[in-house]
């Protein structure tokens, strides 16, 4: 009885583990989505609105949840408040809080801090064109990944219970 107990918890554990990576992955995914999705909305304000940038980071805020809304809303007070720092300035120290908490790949971070360097100097068609721009590019990214996570979340799925069956087969 205890034997077939320990099977079962070895096996659940093992699988457990392999369940929590695949879950890892896609909460990455999730925070790339929801990225593409800060610069989409911004993408469009920009098209519509005609505001200038910290009121249209504080609108998409608005339509946000979460980091991204936090983000956002305090890039928009930050500047407004007028600290001396450029808009680039402070969008790359807020998304270095961001990214503290939710971390992305090296290339997707770089592209995303430069994003408020760039956005600064231009002008909205520019603006637009740029968004435009880095969101195919998250886009690109998300895809590659999610292709490449597909095929290692079930690899690492099939090792955590293999895994598991060897270590009772081992012990036992």
Same mark, same amino acid.
């Given at each position: 009885?205890?034997?077939?107990?320990?099977?079962?918890?070895?096996?659940?554990?093992?699988?457990?583990?392999?369940?929590?990576?695949?879950? #890892?992955? %896609?909460?990455?995914?999730? *925070?790339? *989505?929801?990225?593409?999705? =800060?610069?989409?909305?911004?993408? &469009?304000?920009?098209?519509?609105?005609?505001?200038?940038?910290?009121?249209?980071?504080?609108? =998409? @805020?608005? &339509?946000?949840?979460?980091?991204?809304?936090?983000?956002?809303? *305090?890039?928009? %007070?930050?500047?407004?408040?007028?600290? @001396?720092?450029?808009? @680039?300035?402070?969008?790359?120290?807020?998304?270095?809080?961001?990214?503290? %908490? #939710?971390?992305?790949?090296?290339? =997707?971070?770089?592209?995303? #801090?430069?994003?408020?360097?760039?956005?600064?100097?231009?002008?909205?068609?520019?603006?637009?064109? =740029?968004?435009?721009?880095?969101?195919?590019?998250?886009?690109? &990214?998300?895809?590659?990944?999610?292709?490449?996570?597909?095929?290692?979340?079930?690899?690492?799925?099939?090792?955590?219970?293999? @895994?598991?069956?060897?270590?009772?087969?081992?012990?036992?």
């Amino acid at each position: 009885m205890f034997r077939l107990f320990g099977i079962l918890a070895v096996i659940a554990g093992s699988s457990g583990l392999a369940f929590s990576i695949v879950g #890892e992955r %896609k909460e990455y995914l999730e *925070r790339c *989505r929801q990225w593409r999705e =800060v610069i989409t909305l911004m993408e &469009h304000e920009i098209a519509f609105q005609k505001s200038s940038l910290p009121e249209i980071c504080s609108r =998409v @805020g608005m &339509h946000l949840t979460g980091d991204k809304k936090v983000f956002l809303e *305090r890039v928009g %007070k930050t500047f407004d408040e007028g600290d @001396g720092s450029t808009l @680039g300035e402070i969008w790359r120290r807020e998304t270095g809080m961001v990214f503290s %908490k #939710e971390p992305l790949k090296k290339e =997707v971070k770089k592209e995303v #801090e430069e994003l408020g360097k760039k956005l600064c100097f231009e002008d909205s068609e520019m603006q637009r064109k =740029v968004l435009q721009d880095v969101e195919k590019s998250l886009k690109k &990214h998300e895809e590659a990944q999610e292709n490449l996570y597909r095929e290692r979340n079930k690899l690492t799925l099939c090792a955590g219970v293999m @895994g598991g069956l060897l270590l009772t087969i081992l012990l036992l």
